[in-house]
């Protein structure tokens, strides 16, 4: 480009949930580093977000970029359909090693939500194998699992996003997490009258992302294994969010001593450098596709699946789960965000305060210009972005305790008015 990047390309970005006619125009980055961005201006945010969830070891972390670099000299890609590669073997191998029960079969993708549609893919083809029909899934309010079309289906309808989009997609059975025994009773129903055309029950564990950063227990997921085992259904976790380290544990369902018949990989899956997905299937679904008739087979094929880069950089961050004490950091920052965050509760407008391993939330009773509330935060050197009455800290587990602490000061500054 021949002059100011912003000025000349940014008429043609379209960008992410934004109203382009009256959006803010979006900071210009110039380069990442650790927790920080730093701006075309000179100016550093401390983030946190993490990049929406991925970087769980920061930016630019040289083992994953050392990894990448090598990958980049001998094979940036090949094709996946007849050829097969070290990098995704050795990811898969580790991935099965790591994965409670026997998820072992890994299907990669290059986005959370294409990892979702293959598990709705792959699960409604599971009965289909096996000589039933079954074309719904049970889902939970408040749930969230991506913006195709599949994954807004089994979402929750009133979330808002995709509210007006809801003629066109598939309707599924939309519930109230089994979290007390008034709700235990009514799944229980729902599936006794229901569970003959349900293929399987789809639950992001622990921690409904961006449905509200709403958290929920592990008993939760115990009667959900349980009524899929009694019903005869597939549990599929969407460990999207939740996987790596996020709620404390590798992955969430860790904490109800649970596997799932799928799980969904993705965002901090490659440390936040590359994209990269992986649906992961139980030995039994796996099995329901070995015939040897090929209308048997799993038809999907995404052209960058199993990309050799993102590959390396998920085996590097891999490395670095073994190497660096990344869930004792997880600990550290919950115990932090928690006496930290504490003192928003008597703050105005403040309707709840919970944390749950590296993720800090504060509800408010409601947000009345969502962007000047974002706004408000990039004054004070964060990168935080709250979206609906939400406001969320999902930091790098890398982050020092005083770029923790100036994240934490800053959503109590704003929320209490006043400014450094």
Same mark, same amino acid.
């Given at each position: ?44 945010? !401390? %983030?946190?977000? *993490? ?6 070891? &920061?930016?630019?972390? =040289? ?13 940036? /890609? ?5 050829? *097969? /590669? ?22 990669? +993708?290059?986005?959370?939500? @294409? ?39 089994? +979402? %929750? ?45 789809? #639950?992001? =564990?622990?921690?409904? &992302?961006?449905?509200?950063? !709403? ?7 115990? /009667? ?11 549990? !599929? ?19 109800? +001593? ?13 440390? &936040? ?28 094929? =995404? ?15 891999? %490395? ?29 407008? @403040? ?15 409601? @947000?009345? %210009? ?11 050197? #964060?990168?935080?972005? =709250? ?14 305790? &005083?770029?923790? +602490? ?7 500054? #704003? ?6």
């Amino acid at each position: 480009m021949t002059g100011d990047w912003l000025a000349e390309g940014l008429p043609h970005l379209w960008r992410p949930y934004a109203q382009m006619k009256t959006a803010t125009p979006p900071l210009p980055v110039k380069r990442t580093e650790g927790c920080r961005i730093i701006l075309e201006d000179g100016r550093e945010l !401390i %983030d946190g977000t *993490a990049s929406w969830w991925t970087a769980c070891h &920061g930016y630019n972390h =040289p083992h994953i970029r050392a990894a990448i670099t090598a990958q980049l000299e001998t094979m940036p /890609h090949v094709m996946f359909a007849g050829l *097969a /590669h070290e990098p995704a073997a050795r990811l898969a191998l580790r991935l099965a090693k790591l994965l409670p029960g026997d998820l072992d079969h890994v299907f990669f +993708s290059d986005s959370g939500s @294409v990892a979702v549609e293959i598990a709705l893919k792959m699960a409604t083809q599971y009965w289909i194998n096996r000589g039933e029909l079954r074309s719904k899934f049970l889902a939970f309010k408040n749930g969230y699992h991506g913006d195709t079309l599949g994954a807004m289906a089994i +979402s %929750d309808p009133q979330e808002g996003m995709h509210r007006h989009l809801q003629a066109m997609l598939p309707q599924h059975l939309i519930a109230d997490l089994p979290d007390n025994s008034e709700r235990i009773a009514a799944l229980d129903a729902l599936l006794e009258k229901h569970g003959r055309d349900i293929a399987g029950i789809i #639950v992001e =564990p622990l921690v409904q &992302g961006a449905g509200g950063m !709403i958290f929920h227990d592990a008993a939760v997921l115990r /009667h959900l294994r349980m009524m899929a085992d009694r019903y005869g259904l597939l549990l !599929i976790c969407d460990e999207i969010f939740t996987g790596f380290g996020r709620t404390g544990a590798l992955f969430a369902s860790e904490a109800a +001593s649970i596997a799932p018949d799928i799980i969904m990989l993705s965002k901090a899956l490659t440390g &936040g450098t590359v994209a990269l997905a992986a649906t992961v299937a139980r030995r039994h679904v796996f099995d329901a596709f070995l015939s040897d008739d090929f209308d048997k087979a799993l038809m999907h094929g =995404p052209t960058f699946m199993a990309n050799p880069l993102a590959c390396a950089a998920a085996n590097a961050s891999l %490395d670095l789960f073994e190497r660096e004490p990344r869930l004792e950091q997880v600990v550290a920052i919950e115990r932090m965000l928690r006496h930290d965050l504490a003192a928003c509760r008597d703050l105005p407008g @403040v309707r709840d305060v919970r944390v749950m391993g590296a993720i800090g939330v504060v509800e408010l009773a409601q @947000v009345s %210009d969502i962007e000047k509330l974002r706004q408000r935060f990039i004054a004070e050197d #964060v990168w935080i972005r =709250p979206f609906g009455n939400t406001i969320y800290l999902t930091p790098s587990f890398t982050i020092d305790a &005083g770029d923790l +602490s100036f994240l934490t000061n800053a959503v109590q500054r #704003v929320l209490a008015g006043g400014t450094r």
